[in-house]
């Protein structure tokens, strides 16, 4: 069984970044896709950003695009989501997800970490 564990919640202004990890235990973390999704107050999850098993492939959603990078550390199990430019929209809750098989369908969730853009 899989485990991901997210590190703390964050208060940040406006245009300030930060830095959300995520850490697998059990499976073979090298070979997932993994992904960063939110969840802001009152509306539907969301996909926010992905990357391959290597690392060689990312891919974002245009709302975070050139502003939030995806990484990952397979020695460490741990998945990265470094957060620039940060605006009061990007408030919500993150969530990260392990794919064993394929990049469409998330297997494995964190528990979900809050951050919160002032403005």
């Not at 959300?20 to 070979?31: H, I, K, L, M, Y």
């Not at 391959?52 to 245009?62: C, L």
């Amino acid at each position: 069984q899989v485990q991901l564990g997210q590190s703390g919640g964050g208060l940040v202004q406006a245009g300030g970044s930060l830095r959300r990890s995520c850490a697998a235990s059990g499976g073979t973390f090298s070979s997932y896709t993994m992904g960063w999704f939110r969840q802001a107050p009152g509306k539907e999850r969301e996909f926010g950003a992905t990357i391959s098993w290597s690392g060689s492939s990312t891919y974002y959603a245009d709302s975070v695009k050139g502003r939030f990078t995806i990484s990952r550390d397979n020695g460490k199990s741990t998945v990265y989501l470094q957060m620039n430019s940060l605006k009061p929209e990007d408030t919500a809750v993150y969530y990260c997800a392990a794919a064993v098989i394929g990049v469409h369908k998330y297997d494995y969730w964190g528990q979900g970490t809050p951050v919160t853009v002032s403005s």
